[in-house]
């Protein structure tokens, strides 16, 4: 019987495997963390921006809220609570106004005949007056005859006298015209028209 040979052990050498091999031929990636944080600030001063110009946005809005609040009830204050359109409503205005100032024409011309129809009237009264008393034909003492001028504006108007004689009185009136007589006037008179003309106050003189 012949004796079996024996089997070879096996080695036990391991063949490196491929993973390995890598891991000693490559050396592993190591990625910083500053990139990240240098994301997270950027990210960060976006929203910051972003927030900003919503605050921007919702001021603006506040305001304009406030301007046409402002203007609608300066519109109230013109037109009431009707609804209707500011253009209708300044034509309205516009014919009313018109139909104001036809209206004020209308009463000035009436106003003004009756001015000037007053004023002729009051150019007609009596605006000048004097009385001037005198003893007539030195019969009588007391200064009983007197000479009274009533004229107007334009110097026109009459002189009333009244002469006192012992047993008699004899009245006269006279036209003047322009501060004169229209017919001859005693020395009396003419002092009468002359003191209503001046304004002076001549009540008595002494007759000559």
């Known amino acids: 019987m012949t004796p079996s040979r024996a089997k070879p052990a096996p080695t036990t050498t391991k063949r490196p495997t491929r993973s390995s091999s890598r891991a ?6 190591v990625y910083p963390l500053r990139s990240v944080s240098s994301f997270n600030s950027s990210v960060g001063l976006v929203a910051v921006i972003a927030c900003a110009i ?4 919702l001021i603006g809005l506040i305001v304009v809220i406030v301007k046409l609040r402002g203007l609608r009830r300066d519109q109230r204050l013109v037109i009431g609570d009707s609804e209707r359109d500011i253009t209708a409503h300044a034509a309205d205005l516009e014919r009313q106004f018109v139909v104001l100032h036809d209206h004020l024409i209308d009463i000035a ?12 009237r009051l150019d007609g009264a009596i605006s000048h007056r004097s009385v001037v008393r005198y003893d007539a034909y030195n019969e009588l003492s007391g200064h009983q005859s007197v000479s009274i001028a009533l004229l107007d504006s ?10 006192q004689h012992r047993d008699q009185a004899r009245f006269y009136i006279r036209q003047i015209e322009g501060g004169k007589g229209t017919v001859e006037l005693s020395p009396e008179e003419q002092q009468a028209v002359k003191a209503a003309i001046s304004g002076e106050v001549l009540d008595v003189v002494e007759s000559p």
Request: net charge positive; aromatic share 0%.
């Open 54 to 57: 919503a605050a921007i946005a």
């Open 154 to 163: 334009h110097r026109s108007g009459i002189v009333i006298s009244s002469i």
């Open 24 to 29: 000693v031929d490559s050396p592993s990636r």
């Open 109 to 120: 011309t009436r106003l003004d005949g009756r001015v000037a129809n007053a004023e002729t």
